[in-house]
C-alpha cells in the first residue's frame, strides 16, 4: 500500500504563487511516476504536471512557463510550485504515484485526497 499526503493548497489572488507538495510513503519498491491531476465543478479530471524516475516533465499547454514540477527522490515527495496563478486553475488538485510496491510484479497507481486551489480575480 501507498499513502498519499498532500498539503499547500489554499486561496489566492490571480497573479500569485501556491506551492503544492505530495508525500508518499508505504511499502515502495521503485516509482515510475508522480503528478498533479485537477479537476474543477463540472469538468473532467485533467493532467496539470508529471515528472518520471528519469527525470523528464510534462506539462497541460495551459500551464507551461507557469507552474514547475519537481522531485525529491530521497522523501518521494514531488512539488508543483504555481506562479501567476489565473482564475481559471481553480481545481481540487491530485496527487498521483505510479510504480511498484515491495513483494508483488503489478503495476499500480495511488491518488491522494485532493487539495484545493481556489485563485480569486
Known amino acids: 500500500q501507498v499513502q498519499l499526503v498532500e498539503s499547500g493548497g489554499g486561496l489566492v489572488q490571480a497573479g500569485g504563487s501556491l506551492r503544492l507538495s505530495c508525500a508518499a510513503s508505504?511499502?515502495?519498491?521503485?516509482?515510475?511516476?508522480m503528478g498533479w491531476y485537477r479537476q474543477a465543478p463540472g469538468k473532467q479530471r485533467e493532467l496539470v504536471a508529471a515528472?518520471?524516475?528519469?527525470?523528464?516533465?510534462t506539462y497541460v499547454n495551459s500551464v507551461k512557463g507557469r507552474f514547475t514540477i519537481s522531485r525529491d527522490n530521497a522523501k518521494n515527495t514531488v512539488y508543483l510550485q504555481m506562479n501567476s496563478l489565473k482564475p481559471e486553475d481553480t481545481a481540487v488538485y491530485y496527487c498521483k504515484w505510479s510504480g511498484f510496491i515491495s513483494g508483488s510484479y503489478q503495476y499500480y497507481d495511488y491518488w491522494g485526497q485532493g487539495t484545493q486551489v481556489t485563485v480569486s480575480s
Open positions: 508505504g511499502t515502495i519498491s521503485s516509482t515510475t511516476s
Open positions: 515528472i518520471i524516475s528519469g527525470g523528464s516533465t
